[in-house]
């Protein structure tokens, strides 16, 4: 055997040995034996460098030093998951991908491992480039230190693809993060605050011999690339596995969400058993194709979901209970607490909800209280330590008074919360219904944001939102942090929301329980404003869709003074309040009762100018063809997948032209 042979049989050996032990947690030969082994490896590539390759395992010690990270965009981008906390809400996400597919679908289940996501690309067997997240279009190329973890195959086994990304967490278990801790406490060094953020700070180590003494593992779970050999999520586990990853086992199909919730309520017991911390289930769609039918929304992928498990409970004190009031004028108790780690975040504020949970567990101010992390944002109190109660703590009562005008507060009968009903006086909620008023799905009111919205307030500036109409440049400027351009900015902005749909101008001005599709359903049935507003309650119920809550609460926003006022100003600024008499003539019930599909790139008209003609002519627009679809109107670059699923529906698509006959 030559030199080259040698050195070759050496690196595999070691290989698969590593494998062995880092994968599949089954070593063969002892740990002395492994580095006699790799110490004679060593040896012979420093004496014989011609034979140097990058992926050998003797580089698995680390010793480049990467200064600057160099940024890599992903070839396909890493999306963030949706979050689930409960079986009504999985249901209800079942419920949604079925309206995208027919026929059976079957999932995938996996645990969510909490570690820092990584990107690893191969080229011909070989590890190229392992990535960061980074914003999920583009992330830190942490190659070097990545090579350092153990159960990263350098080289892989098998038959796998010519190239393909693979995407795993990189995870710090416990007991290799108690060992660290523990050095550290001998060394007299602040310890680290949990094993997800220590994980995710060494893959930004400068030097990678320190990377390599952390003992971190990487466990896959998605595989990316063009002309994958399988077309289900689960045999795309077996197959990395079989290519030398590690695939933790737990993955499994389930084939209804029975089965699903099975797995859920097994894991949310035995995570204990595991060896590294899960904050979860993930949930995917298991049929590939499938999978691009639902496709994504801007952040997640509609065909996976995480469920959350709920979290550790922490203990600490409760200072003060403070109020917030809302857009609404509903006032939302929040207890100030000694600052604690909770999972891994310092939470230092928790949600009360309103009066009846504060009466129902006697929280008072100074008590000893147990904080979970829930699915909301923040934190809640989910109980007392009475044991831990002295004497002197007083019984809370709740406000009478609104803590930002003193208006006395009102609760009605079947309302969980207190009000605010100072609608008109009180600031937080002046400010939130300008903030409504010009948010993106509303005015949409370019160069004003939220922060200024309440500067303008605070100044005097405005107090509704029909005062934005009469802001000037010389108004604006003398304010702190408006300059010139961002005044100018702000006026044109406005000026321009008068072009807005009267739909979304109904949407726009706040009223109670006018959503999006009911201001839409409000406006084609009244056209406009006036008409709407001379509505009763009789009237309005018998429009569809239109229940009696909301019937009461078109009727009282109309039958305030102010708003009468509000309206007539808005009008006189030259809003949209009624459906323009062009659109008006072009509207007819030509298309009602059948449901559109839009797809692809037109040149007549805008993709929104569609969806207007058919929604203005009585037709109903939906994002995925079903059977219930009557037509797709196709552009150019129509999706391959829409256009296969609608001939097999026998759905005719049409084009543009033929859709602007059929109006005409
Ligand atoms: P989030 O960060 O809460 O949006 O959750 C999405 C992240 O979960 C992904 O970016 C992954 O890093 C991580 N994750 C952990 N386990 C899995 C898994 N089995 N499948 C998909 N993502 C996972
Ligand atoms: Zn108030």
Same mark, same amino acid.
């Given at each position: 055997?030559?030199?080259?042979?040698?050195?070759?049989?050496?690196?595999? +050996?070691?290989?698969?040995?590593?494998?062995?032990?880092?994968?599949?947690?089954?070593?063969?030969?002892?740990?002395?034996?492994?580095?006699?082994?790799?110490?004679?490896?060593?040896?012979?590539?420093?004496?014989?460098?011609?034979?140097?390759?990058?992926?050998?395992?003797?580089?698995?010690?680390?010793?480049?030093?990467?200064?600057?990270?160099?940024?890599?965009?992903?070839?396909?981008?890493?999306?963030?998951?949706?979050?689930?906390?409960? *079986?009504?809400?999985?249901?209800?996400?079942?419920?949604?991908?079925?309206?995208?597919?027919?026929?059976? $679908?079957?999932?995938? =289940?996996?645990?969510?491992?909490?570690?820092?996501?990584?990107?690893?690309?191969?080229?011909?067997?070989?590890?190229?480039?392992?990535?960061?997240?980074?914003?999920?279009?583009?992330?830190?190329?942490?190659?070097?230190?990545?090579?350092? $973890?153990?159960? /990263?195959?350098?080289?892989? *086994?098998?038959?796998?693809?010519?190239?393909?990304? $693979?995407?795993?967490?990189?995870? #710090?278990?416990?007991?290799?993060?108690?060992?660290?801790?523990?050095?550290?406490?001998?060394?007299?060094?602040?310890?680290?605050?949990?094993?997800?953020?220590?994980?995710?700070?060494?893959?930004?180590?400068?030097?990678?011999?320190?990377?390599?003494?952390?003992?971190?593992? =990487?466990?896959?779970?998605?595989?990316?690339?063009?002309?994958?050999?399988?077309?289900?999520?689960?045999?795309?586990?077996?197959?990395?596995?079989?290519?030398?990853?590690?695939?933790?086992?737990?993955?499994?199909?389930?084939?209804?969400?029975?089965?699903?919730?099975?797995?859920?309520?097994?894991?949310?017991?035995?995570?204990?058993?595991?060896?590294?911390?899960?904050?979860?289930?993930?949930?995917? /769609?298991?049929?590939?194709?499938?999978?691009?039918?639902?496709?994504? @929304?801007?952040?997640?992928?509609?065909?996976?979901?995480?469920?959350?498990?709920?979290? +550790?409970?922490?203990?600490?004190?409760?200072?003060?209970?403070?109020?917030?009031?809302?857009?609404?004028?509903?006032?939302?108790?929040?207890?100030?607490?000694?600052?604690?780690? &909770?999972?891994?975040?310092? /939470?230092?504020?928790?949600?009360?909800?309103?009066?009846?949970?504060? %009466?129902?567990?006697?929280?008072?101010?100074?008590?000893?209280?147990?904080?979970?992390?829930?699915?909301?944002?923040?934190?809640?109190?989910?109980?007392?330590? #009475? !044991?831990?109660?002295?004497?002197? #703590?007083?019984?809370?009562?709740?406000?009478?008074?609104?803590?930002? =005008?003193?208006? !006395?507060?009102?609760?009605?009968?079947?309302?969980?919360?207190?009000?605010?009903?100072? $609608?008109?006086? =009180?600031?937080?909620?002046?400010?939130?219904?300008?903030?409504?008023?010009?948010?993106?799905?509303?005015?949409?009111?370019?160069?004003?944001?939220? !922060?200024?919205?309440?500067?303008?307030?605070?100044?005097?500036?405005?107090?509704?939102?029909?005062?934005?109409?009469?802001?000037?440049?010389?108004?604006?400027?003398?304010?702190?942090?408006?300059?010139?351009?961002?005044?100018?900015?702000?006026?044109?902005?406005?000026?321009?929301?008068?072009?807005? @749909?009267? %739909?979304?101008?109904?949407?726009?001005?706040?009223?109670?329980?006018?959503?999006?599709?009911?201001?839409? *359903?409000?406006?084609r049935?009244?056209?406009?404003?006036?008409?709407?507003?001379?509505?009763?309650? +009789?009237? &309005?119920?018998?429009?569809?869709?239109?229940?009696?809550?909301?019937?009461?609460?078109?009727?009282?926003?109309?039958?305030?003074? +102010?708003?009468?006022?509000?309206?007539?100003?808005?009008?006189?600024?030259?809003?949209?309040?009624?459906i323009?008499? !062009?659109r008006l003539t072009n509207q007819t019930d030509k298309l009602e009762g059948k449901?559109?599909?839009?797809?692809?790139?037109?040149?007549?008209?805008?993709?929104?100018?569609?969806?207007?003609l058919i929604e203005d002519n009585g037709g109903?627009?939906?994002?995925?063809?079903?059977?219930?679809?009557?037509?797709?109107?196709?552009?150019?670059?129509?999706?391959?997948?829409?256009?296969?699923?609608?001939?097999?529906?026998?759905?005719?698509?049409?084009?543009?032209?033929?859709?602007?006959?059929m109006i005409s």
């Open positions: 055997m030559n030199i080259e042979q040698k050195i070759n049989q050496l690196r595999e +050996e070691l290989r698969e040995h590593n494998h062995n032990y880092y994968v599949l947690d089954t070593p063969t030969i002892s740990d002395y034996e492994f580095d006699l082994k790799l110490k004679e490896l060593q040896e012979l590539e420093t004496n014989h460098p011609q034979h140097y390759d990058p992926n050998s395992p003797t580089l698995r010690v680390g010793g480049e030093i990467t200064k600057n990270f160099k940024t890599v965009t992903h070839e396909f981008r890493m999306y963030s998951l949706a979050n689930s906390y409960s *079986k009504e809400e999985l249901e209800d996400w079942e419920k949604r991908i079925k309206k995208f597919v027919d026929g059976v $679908i079957e999932y995938t =289940c996996e645990l969510k491992y909490d570690g820092a996501s990584i990107n690893l690309s191969y080229e011909n067997g070989e590890l190229l480039r392992g990535v960061t997240r980074g914003d999920g279009y583009q992330g830190d190329d942490v190659t070097t230190n990545i090579k350092t $973890i153990k159960s /990263v195959p350098l080289k892989l *086994k098998g038959n796998f693809p010519k190239r393909f990304d $693979i995407r795993g967490e990189i995870i #710090l278990p416990f007991e290799g993060f108690a060992k660290m801790n523990k050095t550290r406490e001998e060394a007299g060094e602040d310890l680290y605050r949990n094993p997800r953020n220590t994980a995710s700070g060494s893959l930004k180590l400068q030097d990678s011999r320190e990377v390599a003494k952390r003992p971190l593992e =990487c466990l896959l779970y998605s595989i990316k690339g063009k002309g994958l050999p399988f077309t289900t999520q689960f045999e795309g586990l077996e197959n990395a596995r079989e290519w030398g990853f590690k695939v933790p086992k737990a993955a499994k199909i389930a084939r209804n969400m029975t089965e699903v919730m099975d797995y859920i309520n097994y894991w949310d017991i035995h995570r204990y058993d595991l060896p590294y911390e899960t904050d979860g289930v993930v949930i995917k /769609v298991n049929s590939f194709y499938q999978q691009e039918e639902l496709g994504y @929304t801007a952040k997640v992928p509609r065909w996976a979901i995480a469920f959350k498990f709920k979290s +550790e409970q922490a203990v600490t004190i409760l200072h003060k209970i403070t109020y917030q009031v809302g857009r609404t004028g509903a006032i939302t108790p929040v207890a100030n607490l000694e600052p604690i780690d &909770l999972a891994g975040t310092i /939470v230092k504020r928790a949600s009360l909800h309103n009066a009846d949970q504060i %009466e129902k567990l006697d929280i008072r101010e100074g008590d000893t209280v147990f904080v979970e992390k829930g699915g909301e944002i923040i934190p809640k109190i989910v109980g007392v330590d #009475l !044991e831990k109660r002295t004497k002197n #703590l007083q019984h809370t009562s709740y406000i009478t008074h609104c803590p930002k =005008c003193n208006t !006395e507060l009102v609760r009605k009968d079947g309302d969980a919360k207190h009000f605010c009903p100072n $609608i008109m006086g =009180c600031p937080p909620q002046i400010i939130g219904r300008i903030q409504h008023f010009i948010s993106r799905k509303a005015m949409d009111i370019e160069g004003l944001g939220g !922060e200024t919205v309440a500067l303008l307030v605070e100044n005097g500036l405005i107090i509704n939102y029909a005062d934005l109409y009469d802001l000037t440049e010389d108004k604006l400027i003398p304010l702190e942090r408006m300059a010139q351009k961002s005044a100018e900015n702000l006026i044109n902005g406005v000026e321009a929301s008068k072009q807005i @749909t009267f %739909e979304r101008v109904l949407f726009s001005l706040g009223i109670r329980f006018v959503g999006e599709t009911v201001a839409k *359903k409000l406006a049935h009244y056209k406009s404003i006036n008409a709407l507003a001379n509505a009763s309650e +009789e009237e &309005l119920i018998l429009v569809d869709e239109i229940g009696d809550v909301i019937a009461k609460s078109v009727v009282s926003f109309f039958s305030s003074e +102010e708003n009468k006022t509000l309206i007539d100003r808005l009008k006189l600024y030259g809003l949209q309040l009624e323009s008499s !062009e449901t559109f599909v839009v797809s692809g790139i037109f040149f007549k008209v805008t993709r929104n100018e569609l969806k207007q109903k627009v939906s994002s995925s063809i079903s059977k219930k679809t009557a037509y797709v109107i196709a552009g150019e670059n129509i999706g391959p997948s829409k256009k296969t699923k609608a001939e097999s529906l026998k759905v005719p698509i049409i084009t543009e032209d033929e859709f602007l006959l």
